[in-house]
């Protein structure tokens, strides 16, 4: 007998058959399995054994009448086969049931939903957008505190962040239409990482930097066309 090792093979909730819990039986984490219990295992196995045993017997009752060797006339003959009749139909009756199941737990597992790519990758780039923009404020309240880049870095870092220089540059931009919206849109989604910081910080320090990079930028321009 093939032993086949199943990895990750945890049980999950009742199996249900067309809207109905099937007894004795669980769905699982695998696409191609199902979990029965050991009774229900008994039972399916007790009655394939009853019905191949009274399937050869009844043959074998039917070759002996063919062969004359018993007479259909015997009320006692009769009466068994007659009872041989209806067990081996009552068992078909229960293992064709059985198929039934094992079949619809086949199609069921099957045409199992497979998961949607499309809204998993939607999920991920959520999450990466909320983590960057959680990012973003941490990066904007540290300033606001008075931290400096490489200050900025470090408590970053210990937050499980990434940083560069480019993406601290961005979350601290002042000088493009809309970035006192942007940072006033970052400060209410992330009110947890500006307590203590109050309306007028805020304002002192973008109007601070917006002083700072518009003069260093107005400098870099005269120096750039001076040289020219």
Known sequence: MDIEAIEDLSKSNFLYMNGKKVKGAWDTSSDDYCIVSKEVLKELLRTEEDYVGLKKRFSHMQQMIAGGAVQTG???????????RVRIKELENSLADAGVVIESLKKELETARKPDMSEIRALSADVRAKKRDRGFALTISLSIRGYGNRRIVQELSNEGYGTSKASIARALSVTKDGDRQRIKDIMALHPECFEGISDQ???????????KLTKAARIKEESGSGGS
């Not at 015997?74 to 041989?84: H, I, M, N, T, V």
């Not at 910080?201 to 002083?211: A, G, L």
């Open 74 to 84: 015997g009320s006692a003959d009769k009466k068994e086969l007659d009872q041989a």
């Open 201 to 211: 910080d805020f304002e002192k320090w973008f109007s601070e930097r917006y002083e």
